[in-house]
Protein backbone atom coordinates (compact mmCIF):
# COMPACT_ATOMS: atom_id res chain seq x y z
CA UNK A 1 0.00 0.00 0.00
CA UNK A 2 1.44 3.39 -0.74
CA UNK A 3 2.27 5.91 1.82
CA UNK A 4 1.66 8.99 1.44
CA UNK A 5 3.15 11.92 3.31
CA UNK A 6 2.07 15.92 2.67
CA UNK A 7 3.84 19.10 3.07
CA UNK A 8 2.13 22.75 2.35
CA UNK A 9 5.25 24.41 1.56
CA UNK A 10 6.43 28.05 0.29
CA UNK A 11 4.42 31.24 0.23
CA UNK A 12 1.75 29.63 -2.38
CA UNK A 13 1.59 26.29 0.04
CA UNK A 14 2.79 23.60 -2.82
CA UNK A 15 2.36 20.22 -1.90
CA UNK A 16 5.72 18.94 -1.71
CA UNK A 17 4.87 14.74 -1.24
CA UNK A 18 7.16 11.76 0.33
CA UNK A 19 5.49 8.63 -1.16
CA UNK A 20 6.24 5.19 -0.20
CA UNK A 21 5.55 1.91 -0.33
CA UNK A 22 4.20 0.09 3.03
CA UNK A 23 6.70 -2.60 3.04
CA UNK A 24 9.24 -2.08 0.67
CA UNK A 25 12.67 -2.66 1.74
CA UNK A 26 16.04 -1.32 1.46
CA UNK A 27 17.77 -2.29 -1.65
CA UNK A 28 21.58 -2.15 0.35
CA UNK A 29 22.02 -2.60 3.99
CA UNK A 30 21.44 0.40 5.65
CA UNK A 31 20.93 2.42 2.31
CA UNK A 32 16.97 3.07 3.75
CA UNK A 33 13.79 2.47 2.54
CA UNK A 34 13.04 3.54 -0.96
CA UNK A 35 10.70 6.82 -1.75
CA UNK A 36 10.23 9.47 -3.96
CA UNK A 37 9.84 13.21 -3.14
CA UNK A 38 7.40 15.14 -5.62
CA UNK A 39 7.87 18.62 -5.92
CA UNK A 40 9.80 20.15 -3.37
CA UNK A 41 8.79 24.06 -3.45
CA UNK A 42 10.37 25.22 0.20
CA UNK A 43 11.50 28.60 0.76
CA UNK A 44 12.42 28.50 4.08
CA UNK A 45 15.37 26.07 5.96
CA UNK A 46 12.45 24.97 8.31
CA UNK A 47 10.53 23.18 5.25
CA UNK A 48 13.69 21.49 4.31
CA UNK A 49 14.23 20.73 7.55
CA UNK A 50 11.09 19.38 7.70
CA UNK A 51 10.95 16.80 5.21
CA UNK A 52 14.57 15.75 6.10
CA UNK A 53 13.98 14.97 9.86
CA UNK A 54 10.71 12.72 8.36
CA UNK A 55 13.00 11.01 6.45
CA UNK A 56 15.17 10.00 8.72
CA UNK A 57 12.34 9.07 11.29
CA UNK A 58 11.04 6.82 9.26
CA UNK A 59 14.55 5.62 7.49
CA UNK A 60 13.51 6.66 4.03
CA UNK A 61 16.03 7.15 1.19
CA UNK A 62 14.86 9.09 -1.77
CA UNK A 63 15.65 7.36 -4.89
CA UNK A 64 13.88 9.90 -7.39
CA UNK A 65 12.92 13.33 -7.15
CA UNK A 66 9.59 14.03 -9.28
CA UNK A 67 8.62 17.40 -10.77
CA UNK A 68 5.24 17.85 -12.07
CA UNK A 69 6.14 21.02 -13.69
CA UNK A 70 9.11 23.97 -13.58
CA UNK A 71 7.27 26.78 -11.66
CA UNK A 72 9.56 28.23 -8.87
CA UNK A 73 6.75 27.19 -6.09
CA UNK A 74 7.46 23.68 -7.22
CA UNK A 75 10.67 23.24 -8.00
CA UNK A 76 12.55 26.18 -5.36
CA UNK A 77 14.60 23.56 -3.13
CA UNK A 78 15.03 21.28 -5.60
CA UNK A 79 18.94 22.15 -5.86
CA UNK A 80 19.38 21.81 -2.17
CA UNK A 81 17.73 18.51 -1.55
CA UNK A 82 19.84 17.17 -4.67
CA UNK A 83 23.08 17.81 -3.05
CA UNK A 84 21.80 16.48 -0.03
CA UNK A 85 20.33 13.49 -1.12
CA UNK A 86 21.74 12.83 -4.23
CA UNK A 87 19.33 11.38 -6.82
CA UNK A 88 17.93 11.68 -9.83
CA UNK A 89 14.99 14.67 -11.01
CA UNK A 90 12.75 14.00 -13.75
CA UNK A 91 10.77 16.61 -15.15
CA UNK A 92 8.85 17.34 -18.49
CA UNK A 93 12.08 18.98 -20.78
CA UNK A 94 9.58 21.48 -22.31
CA UNK A 95 9.66 23.51 -19.31
CA UNK A 96 12.92 23.86 -18.70
CA UNK A 97 12.60 27.47 -20.55
CA UNK A 98 9.60 27.63 -17.45
CA UNK A 99 12.33 26.95 -15.30
CA UNK A 100 14.70 29.31 -16.44
CA UNK A 101 12.43 32.23 -16.65
CA UNK A 102 11.43 31.53 -13.21
CA UNK A 103 14.51 31.35 -11.91
CA UNK A 104 15.60 35.07 -13.27
CA UNK A 105 12.43 36.26 -11.87
CA UNK A 106 12.86 35.25 -8.46
CA UNK A 107 16.35 36.70 -8.30
CA UNK A 108 15.00 39.91 -9.25
CA UNK A 109 12.41 39.75 -6.95
CA UNK A 110 14.62 38.34 -4.13
CA UNK A 111 17.75 40.54 -4.17
CA UNK A 112 20.69 38.64 -2.72
CA UNK A 113 19.19 34.94 -3.40
CA UNK A 114 20.71 33.17 -6.23
CA UNK A 115 19.13 30.06 -7.82
CA UNK A 116 20.90 27.27 -7.71
CA UNK A 117 21.00 25.30 -11.43
CA UNK A 118 20.20 21.18 -11.11
CA UNK A 119 20.07 18.75 -13.69
CA UNK A 120 16.97 16.50 -14.47
CA UNK A 121 15.95 13.37 -16.57
CA UNK A 122 13.22 13.97 -19.22
CA UNK A 123 10.24 12.30 -18.26
CA UNK A 124 8.34 11.59 -21.23
CA UNK A 125 5.13 10.28 -22.29
CA UNK A 126 4.76 6.69 -20.84
CA UNK A 127 8.07 6.47 -19.32
CA UNK A 128 7.75 3.41 -16.56
CA UNK A 129 10.01 5.06 -13.29
CA UNK A 130 10.74 1.95 -10.44
CA UNK A 131 10.68 4.61 -8.09
CA UNK A 132 9.90 4.55 -4.27
CA UNK A 133 9.39 0.44 -3.92
CA UNK A 134 6.99 0.57 -6.96
CA UNK A 135 6.17 1.80 -10.37
CA UNK A 136 5.34 4.80 -11.55
CA UNK A 137 4.33 6.14 -15.51
CA UNK A 138 4.47 9.45 -16.79
CA UNK A 139 1.68 11.30 -18.43
CA UNK A 140 2.46 14.24 -20.12
CA UNK A 141 -0.19 17.09 -19.65
CA UNK A 142 0.77 20.17 -21.04
CA UNK A 143 -1.42 23.26 -20.52
CA UNK A 144 -0.90 24.66 -17.40
CA UNK A 145 2.88 24.85 -18.95
CA UNK A 146 3.81 23.45 -21.43
CA UNK A 147 5.86 19.99 -20.15
CA UNK A 148 3.62 19.66 -17.45
CA UNK A 149 3.53 15.79 -16.32
CA UNK A 150 1.17 13.68 -14.21
CA UNK A 151 2.69 10.44 -12.50
CA UNK A 152 0.12 7.54 -11.81
CA UNK A 153 0.76 4.30 -9.82
CA UNK A 154 -1.16 1.76 -11.10
CA UNK A 155 -0.79 -0.58 -8.50
CA UNK A 156 -2.22 1.45 -5.81
CA UNK A 157 -4.64 3.86 -7.25
CA UNK A 158 -2.63 7.09 -7.04
CA UNK A 159 -2.37 9.71 -9.06
CA UNK A 160 -0.05 12.69 -8.65
CA UNK A 161 -1.80 15.68 -10.49
CA UNK A 162 0.58 18.78 -9.98
CA UNK A 163 -0.97 21.88 -11.21
CA UNK A 164 -2.90 20.26 -13.95
CA UNK A 165 -5.76 19.16 -11.77
CA UNK A 166 -7.48 20.34 -8.46
CA UNK A 167 -10.23 19.10 -5.94
CA UNK A 168 -13.40 21.43 -7.63
CA UNK A 169 -10.88 23.07 -10.12
CA UNK A 170 -7.71 23.29 -12.84
CA UNK A 171 -4.68 24.52 -13.29
CA UNK A 172 -4.14 28.18 -14.32
CA UNK A 173 -3.69 28.58 -17.90
CA UNK A 174 -2.75 32.87 -18.26
CA UNK A 175 0.93 32.20 -17.44
CA UNK A 176 3.60 31.89 -19.67
CA UNK A 177 3.44 29.23 -22.01
CA UNK A 178 -0.06 28.38 -20.02
CA UNK A 179 -2.84 26.76 -23.33
CA UNK A 180 -6.30 26.38 -21.94
CA UNK A 181 -7.19 24.00 -24.68
CA UNK A 182 -4.42 21.89 -24.29
CA UNK A 183 -4.98 21.33 -20.80
CA UNK A 184 -8.80 20.72 -21.11
CA UNK A 185 -7.37 17.80 -23.51
CA UNK A 186 -4.92 16.67 -21.41
CA UNK A 187 -6.97 16.28 -18.72
CA UNK A 188 -9.97 14.46 -20.50
CA UNK A 189 -7.75 12.31 -22.94
CA UNK A 190 -5.37 11.58 -20.24
CA UNK A 191 -6.96 11.50 -17.17
CA UNK A 192 -10.34 11.32 -17.24
CA UNK A 193 -10.24 7.65 -18.46
CA UNK A 194 -8.49 6.69 -15.75
CA UNK A 195 -10.26 4.63 -12.62
CA UNK A 196 -12.69 7.00 -10.90
CA UNK A 197 -11.54 5.35 -7.46
CA UNK A 198 -7.87 6.50 -8.38
CA UNK A 199 -6.77 8.82 -5.55
CA UNK A 200 -5.62 12.26 -7.35
CA UNK A 201 -2.81 14.11 -5.25
CA UNK A 202 -2.63 17.62 -6.47
CA UNK A 203 0.05 20.06 -6.39
CA UNK A 204 -2.11 22.67 -4.08
CA UNK A 205 -5.50 22.12 -1.91
CA UNK A 206 -6.52 18.44 -0.75
CA UNK A 207 -6.86 15.54 -2.69
CA UNK A 208 -9.95 14.23 -5.04
CA UNK A 209 -10.75 11.51 -7.15
CA UNK A 210 -11.20 10.90 -10.41
CA UNK A 211 -14.65 9.98 -9.79
CA UNK A 212 -15.95 13.16 -7.62
CA UNK A 213 -14.10 15.47 -10.35
CA UNK A 214 -15.84 13.49 -13.51
CA UNK A 215 -19.62 14.49 -11.41
CA UNK A 216 -18.81 17.83 -9.60
CA UNK A 217 -16.06 20.21 -11.29
CA UNK A 218 -17.50 22.59 -12.64
CA UNK A 219 -14.90 23.25 -15.12
CA UNK A 220 -15.24 19.20 -16.82
CA UNK A 221 -19.33 18.83 -16.73
CA UNK A 222 -19.56 20.67 -19.45
CA UNK A 223 -17.51 17.96 -21.03
CA UNK A 224 -19.84 15.48 -20.01
CA UNK A 225 -21.86 15.10 -23.03
CA UNK A 226 -22.99 12.11 -24.79
CA UNK A 227 -21.41 11.14 -28.15
CA UNK A 228 -24.83 10.35 -29.49
CA UNK A 229 -26.57 11.73 -32.96
CA UNK A 230 -29.77 12.99 -31.37
CA UNK A 231 -27.36 15.25 -28.97
CA UNK A 232 -24.90 16.37 -31.43
CA UNK A 233 -27.73 17.39 -34.31
CA UNK A 234 -28.44 21.38 -34.57
CA UNK A 235 -32.06 20.95 -33.29
CA UNK A 236 -34.35 18.44 -32.01
CA UNK A 237 -37.49 17.74 -33.98
CA UNK A 238 -40.56 15.81 -32.93
CA UNK A 239 -42.15 13.77 -35.25
CA UNK A 240 -45.58 14.62 -36.53
CA UNK A 241 -45.62 17.81 -35.26
Same mark, same amino acid.
Request: proline residues 8%.
Given at each position: MLQIK????GPLT???? =???? &??? @????????IPCVIVDPGFFRPEEEGMVLGFLREHGLKPDAIFLTHGHFDHTWGVA?? =???? &??? @???????????RMHSSLLERLLPGEQVEPFAFQPATDGLELHC?????????TPGHSPGGVCYYCASSGV????????AGSIGRSDLDGGDYDALI?????????LPGDTDVLPGHG???SIAREAATNPFLIPFNEPDT???NQDGIGLEGV
Amino acid at each position: MLQIKIFPAGPLTANCM =VLWE &DGA @VATDPGAGIPCVIVDPGFFRPEEEGMVLGFLREHGLKPDAIFLTHGHFDHTWGVASL =VRKL &DCP @VYMGAADEPILRMHSSLLERLLPGEQVEPFAFQPATDGLELHCGGTTWQVITTPGHSPGGVCYYCASSGVLVSGDTLFAGSIGRSDLDGGDYDALIRSIMDKLMGLPGDTDVLPGHGHPTSIAREAATNPFLIPFNEPDTDWWNQDGIGLEGV
